[in-house]
Protein backbone atom coordinates (compact mmCIF):
# COMPACT_ATOMS: atom_id res chain seq x y z
CA UNK A 1 0.00 0.00 0.00
CA UNK A 2 1.66 3.69 -1.09
CA UNK A 3 1.53 6.73 1.13
CA UNK A 4 -1.74 7.85 -1.22
CA UNK A 5 -3.45 4.62 -0.35
CA UNK A 6 -2.94 4.70 2.91
CA UNK A 7 -4.35 8.63 3.24
CA UNK A 8 -7.33 7.63 1.50
CA UNK A 9 -7.81 4.94 3.70
CA UNK A 10 -7.07 6.70 7.25
CA UNK A 11 -9.28 9.79 6.37
CA UNK A 12 -12.12 8.55 3.64
CA UNK A 13 -12.28 4.77 4.94
CA UNK A 14 -11.99 3.45 1.15
CA UNK A 15 -9.97 0.69 0.28
CA UNK A 16 -9.17 2.00 -3.19
CA UNK A 17 -9.16 4.86 -5.44
CA UNK A 18 -11.95 5.28 -8.03
CA UNK A 19 -11.15 4.94 -11.67
CA UNK A 20 -8.41 7.73 -12.98
CA UNK A 21 -7.70 9.28 -9.06
CA UNK A 22 -4.34 7.23 -8.79
CA UNK A 23 -3.16 8.65 -11.79
CA UNK A 24 -4.09 12.16 -11.58
CA UNK A 25 -2.74 12.06 -7.76
CA UNK A 26 0.44 10.25 -8.83
CA UNK A 27 0.96 12.91 -11.96
CA UNK A 28 0.57 15.64 -9.59
CA UNK A 29 3.13 13.71 -7.10
CA UNK A 30 5.45 13.89 -9.50
CA UNK A 31 5.28 17.56 -10.02
CA UNK A 32 3.37 17.52 -12.89
CA UNK A 33 0.78 20.13 -13.89
CA UNK A 34 -2.27 18.53 -14.43
CA UNK A 35 -5.51 18.62 -16.20
CA UNK A 36 -8.04 16.25 -14.76
CA UNK A 37 -11.79 15.56 -16.73
CA UNK A 38 -14.01 14.17 -14.49
CA UNK A 39 -18.04 13.97 -14.08
CA UNK A 40 -20.05 16.04 -11.23
CA UNK A 41 -19.53 13.24 -9.05
CA UNK A 42 -16.47 11.53 -9.86
CA UNK A 43 -14.25 12.00 -7.06
CA UNK A 44 -12.21 15.15 -8.28
CA UNK A 45 -11.72 16.25 -4.39
CA UNK A 46 -10.04 13.23 -4.05
CA UNK A 47 -7.79 13.95 -6.47
CA UNK A 48 -6.60 17.13 -5.31
CA UNK A 49 -7.02 16.39 -1.09
CA UNK A 50 -4.71 13.13 -1.20
CA UNK A 51 -1.84 14.58 -2.86
CA UNK A 52 -1.80 17.85 -0.27
CA UNK A 53 -1.78 15.59 2.62
CA UNK A 54 0.51 13.42 1.49
CA UNK A 55 3.46 16.58 1.35
CA UNK A 56 3.97 19.16 3.93
CA UNK A 57 2.52 22.72 3.42
CA UNK A 58 -0.98 24.04 1.93
CA UNK A 59 -3.24 23.25 -0.57
CA UNK A 60 -4.46 26.25 -2.00
CA UNK A 61 -8.05 25.42 -3.82
CA UNK A 62 -9.70 28.10 -5.72
CA UNK A 63 -13.30 27.27 -6.45
CA UNK A 64 -16.27 30.45 -7.48
CA UNK A 65 -19.05 27.98 -5.22
CA UNK A 66 -19.26 29.49 -1.62
CA UNK A 67 -21.79 26.32 -1.18
CA UNK A 68 -19.46 24.02 -2.42
CA UNK A 69 -16.71 25.69 -0.65
CA UNK A 70 -18.24 25.59 2.79
CA UNK A 71 -18.95 21.85 2.80
CA UNK A 72 -16.00 20.72 1.18
CA UNK A 73 -14.13 22.67 4.53
CA UNK A 74 -16.86 21.15 6.53
CA UNK A 75 -16.25 17.42 5.02
CA UNK A 76 -12.44 18.06 5.81
CA UNK A 77 -13.10 19.39 9.64
CA UNK A 78 -14.96 16.37 10.10
CA UNK A 79 -12.04 13.91 9.40
CA UNK A 80 -9.91 16.28 11.72
CA UNK A 81 -8.27 17.83 8.97
CA UNK A 82 -7.97 21.86 9.12
CA UNK A 83 -9.64 23.59 6.88
CA UNK A 84 -10.70 27.29 5.99
CA UNK A 85 -12.06 28.93 3.50
CA UNK A 86 -12.67 33.17 2.43
CA UNK A 87 -15.70 34.33 0.66
CA UNK A 88 -17.59 37.05 0.86
CA UNK A 89 -18.89 38.94 3.27
CA UNK A 90 -16.52 38.16 5.81
CA UNK A 91 -14.26 41.09 7.34
CA UNK A 92 -11.18 42.39 7.27
CA UNK A 93 -10.25 41.02 10.56
CA UNK A 94 -12.06 37.43 9.82
CA UNK A 95 -9.75 37.21 6.23
CA UNK A 96 -6.28 38.45 7.84
CA UNK A 97 -6.62 35.37 10.90
CA UNK A 98 -7.38 32.62 8.11
CA UNK A 99 -4.74 33.74 6.45
CA UNK A 100 -2.24 34.52 9.59
CA UNK A 101 -3.40 30.40 10.23
CA UNK A 102 -1.83 29.35 7.09
CA UNK A 103 1.40 30.76 7.34
CA UNK A 104 1.84 29.77 10.94
CA UNK A 105 -0.80 27.22 11.59
CA UNK A 106 -0.78 23.80 10.59
CA UNK A 107 -3.99 24.98 7.85
CA UNK A 108 -3.99 22.05 5.14
CA UNK A 109 -6.23 23.57 2.90
CA UNK A 110 -7.35 27.00 2.03
CA UNK A 111 -10.62 27.93 0.11
CA UNK A 112 -10.96 30.95 -2.09
CA UNK A 113 -12.97 32.55 -4.64
CA UNK A 114 -10.94 33.39 -7.46
CA UNK A 115 -12.01 37.23 -7.05
CA UNK A 116 -10.05 36.95 -4.19
CA UNK A 117 -6.71 35.93 -5.44
CA UNK A 118 -6.30 39.88 -7.19
CA UNK A 119 -6.14 41.34 -3.26
CA UNK A 120 -2.95 43.06 -2.49
CA UNK A 121 -3.57 41.25 1.21
CA UNK A 122 -3.54 37.61 -0.27
CA UNK A 123 -0.75 38.19 -2.86
CA UNK A 124 1.23 39.45 0.01
CA UNK A 125 0.72 36.23 2.55
CA UNK A 126 1.09 34.18 -0.19
CA UNK A 127 4.63 35.12 -0.22
CA UNK A 128 5.97 33.83 3.12
CA UNK A 129 3.41 30.37 2.74
CA UNK A 130 4.64 27.02 2.38
CA UNK A 131 1.96 25.92 -0.77
CA UNK A 132 2.44 22.23 -2.31
CA UNK A 133 -0.59 22.44 -4.55
CA UNK A 134 -2.61 24.96 -6.20
CA UNK A 135 -6.15 23.34 -7.29
CA UNK A 136 -8.32 25.02 -9.57
CA UNK A 137 -11.82 23.70 -9.50
CA UNK A 138 -14.49 24.58 -12.42
CA UNK A 139 -11.21 25.09 -14.46
CA UNK A 140 -13.20 26.00 -17.55
CA UNK A 141 -14.08 28.87 -16.35
CA UNK A 142 -10.55 30.00 -17.14
CA UNK A 143 -11.48 29.77 -21.21
CA UNK A 144 -13.24 32.71 -23.24
CA UNK A 145 -13.96 28.94 -25.54
CA UNK A 146 -15.96 28.39 -22.31
CA UNK A 147 -19.84 28.71 -21.71
CA UNK A 148 -19.45 29.83 -18.20
CA UNK A 149 -16.08 32.33 -18.71
CA UNK A 150 -15.20 34.34 -15.74
CA UNK A 151 -12.05 36.81 -16.46
CA UNK A 152 -11.16 36.58 -12.20
CA UNK A 153 -10.15 33.23 -13.10
CA UNK A 154 -7.18 34.82 -15.31
CA UNK A 155 -5.77 36.15 -12.05
CA UNK A 156 -4.56 32.54 -11.82
CA UNK A 157 -1.48 33.16 -14.01
CA UNK A 158 -0.09 36.19 -11.47
CA UNK A 159 -0.63 33.80 -8.40
CA UNK A 160 1.65 30.77 -10.40
CA UNK A 161 4.23 33.82 -11.19
CA UNK A 162 4.55 34.29 -7.29
CA UNK A 163 4.67 30.05 -6.25
CA UNK A 164 6.18 28.94 -9.63
CA UNK A 165 7.63 25.61 -8.07
CA UNK A 166 4.63 24.66 -7.00
CA UNK A 167 2.32 22.22 -9.13
CA UNK A 168 -1.27 23.26 -10.80
CA UNK A 169 -4.26 20.79 -10.87
CA UNK A 170 -7.26 21.61 -12.84
CA UNK A 171 -10.45 19.92 -12.69
CA UNK A 172 -13.52 20.60 -14.46
CA UNK A 173 -16.70 18.42 -15.54
CA UNK A 174 -17.23 20.33 -19.06
CA UNK A 175 -14.57 20.82 -21.19
CA UNK A 176 -14.46 20.77 -25.16
CA UNK A 177 -11.34 20.11 -27.12
CA UNK A 178 -10.47 24.20 -27.41
CA UNK A 179 -11.10 24.85 -23.86
CA UNK A 180 -9.01 21.64 -23.06
CA UNK A 181 -6.40 23.43 -24.95
CA UNK A 182 -7.64 26.80 -23.67
CA UNK A 183 -7.01 25.95 -19.36
CA UNK A 184 -3.52 24.73 -20.13
CA UNK A 185 -2.09 27.55 -21.69
CA UNK A 186 -4.44 30.46 -19.27
CA UNK A 187 -3.33 27.92 -16.32
CA UNK A 188 0.78 28.53 -17.71
CA UNK A 189 1.07 24.61 -18.01
CA UNK A 190 4.93 23.92 -18.52
CA UNK A 191 4.17 20.88 -20.72
CA UNK A 192 0.66 19.57 -21.92
CA UNK A 193 -0.91 17.03 -19.89
CA UNK A 194 -4.41 16.00 -19.78
CA UNK A 195 -6.11 13.31 -17.56
CA UNK A 196 -9.82 11.78 -18.80
CA UNK A 197 -12.04 9.75 -17.15
CA UNK A 198 -15.37 8.58 -19.02
CA UNK A 199 -18.91 10.96 -18.53
CA UNK A 200 -20.79 8.03 -18.20
CA UNK A 201 -22.57 8.13 -15.17
CA UNK A 202 -24.46 4.64 -14.54
CA UNK A 203 -26.01 5.13 -11.52
CA UNK A 204 -27.81 8.41 -12.82
CA UNK A 205 -30.77 8.55 -15.13
CA UNK A 206 -31.35 11.66 -17.98
CA UNK A 207 -34.82 12.35 -18.95
CA UNK A 208 -36.16 15.14 -20.83
CA UNK A 209 -40.00 15.66 -20.70
CA UNK A 210 -41.37 18.27 -22.93
CA UNK A 211 -44.83 19.60 -21.31
CA UNK A 212 -47.05 21.51 -21.77
CA UNK A 213 -47.36 22.88 -18.27
CA UNK A 214 -43.86 22.58 -16.43
CA UNK A 215 -45.27 23.74 -12.34
CA UNK A 216 -47.80 21.06 -12.70
CA UNK A 217 -45.43 18.12 -13.94
CA UNK A 218 -43.00 19.07 -11.16
CA UNK A 219 -45.42 18.62 -9.15
CA UNK A 220 -46.88 15.34 -10.15
CA UNK A 221 -43.26 14.29 -9.98
CA UNK A 222 -42.69 15.54 -6.63
CA UNK A 223 -46.03 14.00 -4.94
CA UNK A 224 -44.95 10.42 -6.69
CA UNK A 225 -41.67 10.12 -5.31
CA UNK A 226 -39.84 10.32 -2.00
CA UNK A 227 -36.92 11.62 -0.73
CA UNK A 228 -34.74 15.20 -1.66
CA UNK A 229 -34.51 17.17 -4.71
CA UNK A 230 -32.94 20.04 -6.25
CA UNK A 231 -34.67 21.97 -8.90
CA UNK A 232 -32.76 24.71 -11.10
CA UNK A 233 -34.61 27.37 -12.64
CA UNK A 234 -32.57 30.58 -14.76
CA UNK A 235 -33.70 33.28 -12.43
CA UNK A 236 -33.31 34.53 -8.66
CA UNK A 237 -37.20 35.61 -9.13
CA UNK A 238 -37.76 31.99 -10.70
CA UNK A 239 -36.44 31.20 -7.50
CA UNK A 240 -38.86 32.70 -4.83
CA UNK A 241 -41.72 31.50 -7.04
CA UNK A 242 -41.25 27.68 -7.31
CA UNK A 243 -40.28 27.69 -3.89
CA UNK A 244 -44.17 29.27 -3.05
CA UNK A 245 -45.68 27.48 -5.78
CA UNK A 246 -44.50 24.08 -3.20
CA UNK A 247 -45.13 25.45 -0.18
CA UNK A 248 -48.32 26.31 -0.86
CA UNK A 249 -49.01 22.64 -2.38
CA UNK A 250 -47.60 21.36 1.31
CA UNK A 251 -44.08 20.52 -0.24
CA UNK A 252 -41.38 21.50 2.41
CA UNK A 253 -38.97 23.69 -0.08
CA UNK A 254 -36.83 26.67 0.24
CA UNK A 255 -34.91 29.07 -2.93
CA UNK A 256 -31.18 29.71 -2.59
CA UNK A 257 -29.03 32.18 -5.33
CA UNK A 258 -25.75 34.01 -4.95
CA UNK A 259 -27.94 37.05 -3.75
CA UNK A 260 -28.62 35.92 -0.35
CA UNK A 261 -26.42 36.85 2.57
CA UNK A 262 -23.85 34.13 3.89
CA UNK A 263 -25.78 33.54 7.17
CA UNK A 264 -28.88 32.64 5.20
CA UNK A 265 -27.12 30.72 2.30
CA UNK A 266 -25.26 28.80 4.93
CA UNK A 267 -28.71 28.27 7.31
CA UNK A 268 -30.49 27.30 3.71
CA UNK A 269 -27.51 24.59 2.99
CA UNK A 270 -27.69 23.23 6.11
CA UNK A 271 -31.52 22.67 6.36
CA UNK A 272 -31.69 20.87 3.08
CA UNK A 273 -28.12 18.91 3.83
CA UNK A 274 -30.33 17.60 7.28
CA UNK A 275 -33.55 17.14 5.40
CA UNK A 276 -35.22 19.46 7.26
CA UNK A 277 -36.09 21.07 3.88
CA UNK A 278 -37.04 18.45 0.88
CA UNK A 279 -36.92 20.46 -2.12
CA UNK A 280 -34.05 23.61 -2.73
CA UNK A 281 -35.12 26.25 -5.60
CA UNK A 282 -31.66 27.81 -7.01
CA UNK A 283 -30.09 29.05 -9.65
CA UNK A 284 -26.41 27.42 -10.96
CA UNK A 285 -24.88 28.99 -7.37
CA UNK A 286 -25.72 26.17 -5.24
CA UNK A 287 -23.35 23.52 -7.04
Not at 26 to 32: N, P, V
Not at 108 to 122: I, Q, T, V
Amino acid sequence: MDKYQKILTKYWGYPNFRPLQDDIIKSIGQGKDTLALMPTGGGKSITFQVPALAEDGLCIVVTPLIALMKDQVENLKQRDIKAVAIFSGMTKKEIDIALENCIYGDTKFLYLSPERLGSELFKTRLQNMNVNLLAIDEAHCISQWGYDFRPSYLKVAEIRALIPNTPVLAVTATATPDVVEDIQEKLCFKEKNVLKKSFERKNLIYIVRKVEDKQKYLLKILNSINGTGIVYVRSRKKTRDISTLLIKNKISADYYHAGLNNESRERKQQAWKSGKTRVIVSTNAFG
